[in-house]
């Protein structure tokens, strides 16, 4: 499996910014796929994610009710959709892929087993 993910970029404070993830190789149903990033100096931390056949949802309580996670389901392509932008939100964002079929939204990356390169966002104030 490997993730491809790009949108990064520059942004200012109130602004948006969404973020895809392309998703290809051997794939299947039973996955969670998520949003994780990791400013300087911090944690990688869990953001959004995804149970790619129900389209259940999880949100960290930091970006609830600004950012949205979405699945291209027939082209296989995640996205994260980030509106009223905040300078804490600069980070390098990461796609990662977690296979189980226990349905879960796992929110610690160590449960994930496939990852994509980061994407610099940054939002000025």
């Known amino acids: 499996v490997q993730l491809q993910a790009c949108g990064g970029g520059l942004a200012q404070a109130g602004g948006s910014l969404r973020l895809s993830c392309a998703v290809s190789g051997r794939f299947f149903s039973y996955i969670s796929m998520a949003w994780f990033r990791q400013a300087p100096g911090k944690e990688r931390e869990f953001v959004a994610g995804?149970?790619?056949?129900?389209?259940?949802?999880a949100y960290s309580d930091s970006v609830k009710g600004r950012f949205t996670i979405s699945r291209e389901y027939a082209l296989n392509i995640l996205y994260l959709q980030m509106n009223s932008l905040k300078p804490e939100d600069t980070a390098v964002y990461s796609c990662?892929?977690?296979?189980?079929?226990?349905?879960?939204?796992?929110?610690?990356?160590?449960?994930?087993?496939?990852w994509g390169q980061g994407t610099l966002v940054t939002v000025s104030s």
């Open positions: 990662a892929a977690d296979f189980n079929r226990a349905g879960e939204i796992p929110n610690m990356n160590l449960k994930y087993d496939y």
């Open positions: 995804i149970r790619w056949s129900s389209g259940r949802t």
